[in-house]
């Protein structure tokens, strides 16, 4: 087992086990074998391809150290100051099994506080697992239990900040690492010998060798990098089939990936397996999505993988201004060697069976509009139905019960939404139904555009959020805490709006048929107080960049 990229990550890994008591190792003493999902999976290619280390669950225990901190990484082959996990760009890959647990020793070694996410888990948001409340302070450490239900989906996850106002400056500062759960399609027959990549994408620019705070960069030009090189070379023969898992790690910017010479094969997205591959020429990626595809080996050649100039933020030439942001190349693919006599063929025919919610029984409904509002010095309100991030202003969602909520982006900008805990169905994009069943955890939702999801909250109750994943959307008040309770009371059952400060979003009452309706925009004294503040702690008034050209 390969436990860090250098000998800080393994002496810290081997602290962090001494610490649990768990690998009882004595001298000579074999450690635990690993968990049982890891045995016969496809294999992950060591070719000199980029990777951060890895590890791996031992006799269904993950036990890891985890120190948050600024310091050296290798970026792009050289020495490069960031802030990081463990001493790496991008954190260590942790590769768990579904029943797992996994301990995690944090340590926040930052300037600033911070706390840990663990985005797509289905998982209890309370105490020490995924509660993104917990305030972890500069020195402080924090025990991290977590109990890896049976049901959550075998894919790709992964861990990064959630600490409000410090998400996007501690995921573009190199925050951010993967989680793979392994299992269901490590099973599939015809997937079993197609070997695996796995890549996280993230935008950090880099100036006199560090890394440069995120209100002093022009984010939309940032390079991309995979596993932290600017395109790297992905060796495949012609003919082969391979299977990456993608990972968009960028703080704020979607991706849209295109490959020459053939379409993707897309087989899962956040971590759930789609009914059947899906084949696409370009793949958008919202920030904080994962996606899973084949790729093919072309006819000896290079092939880059780019992402396309995308406006994500429109209103100008430039990506400064809000323009598309350039064609990178993502990496490039470089066929070579002799074609293999027999390669495996692609999957065909059903993947997954998952749970279609188009036909159930809708218990409530909610309208969620996501807006922004100017404030004064150039600043701006991200808010949902006009109001910013309150943590104590809680909508109630009642355990097992089946809700439907319209995402409305009232803007000429991108948004995404994403909630944590329990994935949700894709109904509707933009008025046209999705015509297979699609779960997600995180949504891109086009300008002046809706989405339509379904979710039905199972086995957790507690208190967790959803919010924008442009994380300097949701740092700005794009956020809204949500919780799952077993009985609501006759109040939380109720109708409620933006109007009724304190308790809920814009609701239709539990049990009616009706469609919320939508209170018009307002962003009340406290949430304005509390922008004005955030804007003079965080100096965002240069950062116009991820705002939308107001309305005139
Ligand atoms: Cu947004």
Redesign the pocket.
Known sequence: MKLGGGLVGAVMAVVGLAVGGVAATSAGAAPPARSDCHRDTPPLIRDGFPEPPLRYSRGGLLETSMRASIGPVTMDGRRTIAMNYEGSYPGPTLVVCAGDRMIVHFKNDLPDPTNLHTHGFHISPSGNQDNVYLDIKPGQRFTYRYQIPLDNPPGAYWYHPHHHMYVEPQIFGGLAGAIVEEGGLDRLPSLRHVPQRWMMIESSEVRDGKVLPVADSVEADTPLRVNGVVNPTVKIRPGQLQRWRIFNANDNRIVVLHLAGQNLQVLAEDGNTLPRAKSVGDLMIAPGSRREVLVRGGPPGSYPLKAKPFAQFPGGEQPKNGGPTPNQTVLTVRSAGKRAAVEPAAPHGALSHPVDLRRAHVDRRRKIV?NETPLPGDNTA?TFNGMTFDPNRVLTMKLNSLEEWTLVNANTEW??FHIHVNDFQVISVAGRRVPYIDYEDNVAIPPNSSVVIRMRPTDFTGKFVFH?H?TF?EDHG?MAAVQVVRDPSAAQLKAASTSSAGLTLESAAYGSNEDPTYASAVTDARSFFLLCQLSATHAVADRRRVTAPRAD
């Open positions: 996501f991200f948004h995404t924008c442009v959307h794009m």
